[in-house]
């Protein structure tokens, strides 16, 4: 197994996203999902670990359509935009 490193100039915080069941994901992802988290959180680098049930790794890319999903919002927070500022397209 692979130590996970993160390096110690790294700015910023990180959220992690991952599938939430072994219906919807595998457990190999779902386990690199919560090492990475892991190494972020003991480098104070992690800002949320968000698990989606029903959901895998590629569905989650879907979301992003959403503005009112989880992982959008979490996103939206990391760059301190409220839901109602939420970028438009003219």
């Given amino acids: 197994m692979q130590t996970l490193n993160v390096q110690e100039d790294t700015t910023g915080q990180a959220l992690v996203a991952a599938g939430g069941n072994a219906e919807s994901d595998t457990d190999e992802f779902r386990r690199q999902s919560r090492e990475f988290a ?53």
Wanted: hydrophobic fraction near 40%; charged fraction near 25%; include cysteine.
């Fill in 38 to 90: 892991a190494a972020l959180r003991n480098a104070g680098r992690l800002q949320d670990e968000v698990c989606h049930p029903g959901v895998n790794h590629f569905e989650l890319m879907e979301k992003f359509a959403d503005p009112d999903h989880a992982l959008v919002r979490g996103i939206l927070q990391q760059m301190g935009i409220e839901r109602r500022q939420a970028w438009q397209p003219d």
